[in-house]
């Protein structure tokens, strides 16, 4: 599949990034992909306190990003399991529970990727 031209990726990136800061994620991390990984060209990894939040914060990415972007093509852990995957394509989503996010450490390993944004 052709991946769409990088300024699309990265502004359908930051606006995941300003959905979920708008829900209160926390420690929000958008990681460029693009000379490590065919698959995607970005990673925006965050974390929410519960459930409850994880929900909300995949929501919001949904409800704010859908009318320019489109629907993720995939959603993956909505209700359980302490982390929500999100497939944009070009942009892969991890909402992660802070004991989930520490468990599988996405960062390290991707350690080679560079930081574009953090939020904290």
């Given at each position: 599949?052709?991946?769409?031209?990088?300024?699309?990726?990265?502004?359908?990136?930051?606006?995941?990034?300003?959905?979920?800061?708008?829900?209160?994620?926390?420690n929000i991390?958008?990681?460029?992909?693009?000379?490590?990984?065919?698959?995607?060209?970005?990673?925006?990894?965050?974390?929410?306190?519960?459930?409850?939040?994880?929900?909300?914060?995949?929501?919001?990415?949904?409800?704010?990003?859908?009318?320019?972007?489109?629907?993720p093509r995939?959603?993956?852990?909505?209700?359980?399991?302490?982390?929500?995957?999100?497939?944009?394509?070009?942009?892969?989503?991890?909402?992660?529970?802070?004991?989930?996010?520490?468990?599988?450490?996405?960062e390290a390993?991707?350690?080679?990727?560079?930081?574009?944004?953090?939020?904290?």
């Amino acid at each position: 599949m052709p991946r769409s031209a990088p300024e699309k990726g990265l502004a359908l990136a930051r606006a995941i990034v300003a959905a979920a800061a708008d829900k209160k994620a926390e420690n929000i991390v958008l990681l460029d992909l693009r000379k490590l990984a065919s698959f995607a060209d970005y990673f925006v990894i965050c974390s929410g306190a519960s459930e409850r939040q994880l929900r909300g914060i995949a929501e919001a990415i949904e409800e704010k990003v859908g009318p320019q972007f489109g629907a993720p093509r995939r959603i993956e852990g909505i209700g359980s399991g302490g982390w929500v995957l999100m497939d944009y394509g070009e942009v892969i989503v991890h909402i992660f529970s802070p004991s989930s996010r520490a468990y599988y450490n996405l960062e390290a390993l991707w350690s080679k990727a560079p930081v574009l944004l953090r939020v904290q």
